[in-house]
Nanobody, 121 residues
């Protein structure tokens, strides 16, 4: 059983930046970040796929950057130009097999407990 631990959340003013980190207790092939805002469904934010392909949800393209260090079993999410609508609980997720579904939550085998990101204007 692999455990994921997120860190780096907090409160920031609109336009600011935060960097989220996810540490896995074992080797993970593919990692991703999801978020869930109050009253909304959880959504995929960024993911690392086969051959290093990177996926972003449209609303964060150009502002967020995901990276994965397989040697250290870590993933980070650099978030710049944060907006009020980025306020959410952010979850790290990891999967063993890639079947082509980028955001299908059922495809992810492991989930972290989440870290809160609050953006105020």
């Amino acid at each position: 059983q692999v455990q994921l631990v997120e860190s780096g959340g907090g409160s920031v003013q609109a336009g600011g930046s935060l960097r989220l980190s996810c540490a896995a207790s074992g080797y993970i092939r593919y990692m991703a970040w999801f978020r869930q805002a109050p009253g909304k469904e959880r959504e995929g934010v960024a993911a690392v796929g086969p051959s290093g392909l990177i996926y972003y949800t449209y609303s964060v393209k150009g502002r967020f950057t995901i990276s994965q260090d397989n040697a250290k079993n870590t993933a980070t999410l650099q978030m710049n130009s944060l907006k009020d609508e980025d306020t959410a609980m952010y979850y790290c997720a990891a999967r063993i097999v890639w079947n082509g579904s980028v955001w299908g939550e059922k495809e992810y085998n492991y989930w972290g407990q989440g870290t809160q990101v609050t953006v105020s204007s």
